[in-house]
């Protein structure tokens, strides 16, 4: 090994580098707490439009003759399972996927700041 390699001048080559798990955590708090009120702010903005009461008395027919009509193609489990993913298509829906996917990460964040070392 060299005499001027990294380590010898007090320079850390690889491994922990300081202050990098407190900046890990902060931006994991940032993600989650943005994440959450994105998702709220979506919820609203998606929930404030009133729909025609005429439409959605159709609509909900309508679903009805497509979920039993899954059911007699696929079976009662697969119209069951279309009927999650048809959920995820509302405002409820859609703001639990944003926080979901910042709540993953965040705990991702975390973790590598964990990982990291203390500071």
Known sequence: M???AGHDLGIPVG?????????LRW???????IGLDVSVVTYRIETRVV????????????ARAH???????????AADLMAWV??????GGHAALIGLAS???ALFCFRLAHLSGSD
């Open 51 to 62: 729909e025609d009461p005429r439409v959605s008395d159709v609509m909900r027919s309508a």
């Open 67 to 77: 979920k039993r009509q899954m059911g007699m193609l696929y079976g009662t489990t």
């Open 103 to 105: 709540a993953i990460a």
């Open 27 to 33: 931006l994991a708090i940032a993600i989650l707490a």
């Open 86 to 91: 048809g959920n995820l298509d509302r405002p």
């Open 2 to 4: 060299s005499k001027f």
């Open 15 to 23: 491994g922990v580098r300081p202050g990098r798990g407190r900046l």
